[in-house]
């Protein structure tokens, strides 16, 4: 079973609030990424980052941020939550190496009201 | 750019019959292709993987994937269904050693009838 963590794993706020969404992992891996799911539909890559204070965004255009200050530590924040923002967002990290796959947290399901 | 195409949002088949997920990829150079199953409110859990090794990829569960260059597929299926197979079938697809970041079909979900 993977050791990364997601919290909280549901959460409902109202509109204009500021959000964390928090990641963690205990496997010591250097990549981690954030997706987007919304039902019936791709995940789709938001954020992602390869090592320590490297993040860069993905093919999803998306108005959170991230940081990596620690290696297993890569929380997403929402400066003011908006009803389109309301979907499941899931963590993954892997390690160094094309063939390895990604392992996934329970992910956060947010409602936006 | 890669792309990846799932037949089939929903597939249904009764307990102890054959499943089969289709999965189609686009790829201009020789990918890693992954399946990955996601239970009710849980995240993605890898079922098997193929990297470039034996085409036949035997994975968790009783599934197995076999990669077809010619036909740009990667199909999971498994011979008998069990109820405990329900739950959504993400096929993803990672462009080689360079790449860390992975594109992900729609998804099917599969649906076992007792």
């Known amino acids: 079973e993977a050791d990364i963590y997601q919290t909280p794993r549901y959460l409902v706020i109202g509109t204009g609030k500021k959000i964390t969404l928090e990641c963690s992992q205990t496997?010591?891996?250097?990549?981690m990424y954030w997706y987007q799911q919304d039902p019936g539909m791709e995940l789709h890559l938001i954020h992602y980052?390869?090592?320590?204070?490297?993040?860069e965004k993905g093919d999803l255009s998306s108005e959170s941020t991230v940081s990596r200050i620690r290696t297993e530590h890569f929380p997403l924040t929402l400066e003011s939550a908006r009803p389109s923002h309301t979907s499941q967002y899931l963590c993954?990290?892997?390690?160094?190496?094309?063939?390895?796959?990604?392992?996934f947290g329970p992910g956060t399901r947010l409602t936006v009201l | 750019a890669q792309s990846v195409t799932q037949l089939g949002s929903h597939v249904s088949v009764s307990e102890g019959a054959l499943v089969l997920l289709r999965c189609n990829y686009s790829?201009?150079?020789?990918?890693?292709l992954f399946w990955y199953v996601q239970y009710p409110n849980q995240g993605l859990q890898l079922l098997l993987k193929y990297t470039s090794a034996a085409t036949l990829v035997k994975g968790i569960n009783g599934f197995e994937a076999e990669f077809k260059k010619s036909e740009t597929s990667f199909h999971l299926t498994k011979p008998s269904a069990h109820m405990s197979d329900a739950a959504e079938y993400f096929c993803a697809v990672r462009l080689g050693a360079g790449s860390y970041q992975l594109t992900f079909g729609k998804g099917t979900k599969l649906s076992v009838i007792p």
């Open positions: 980052s390869y090592g320590v204070n490297s993040t």
């Open positions: 496997m010591g891996h250097d990549k």
């Open positions: 790829s201009s150079v020789p990918p890693y």
């Open positions: 993954a990290s892997s390690r160094a190496g094309g063939d390895n796959e990604q392992f």
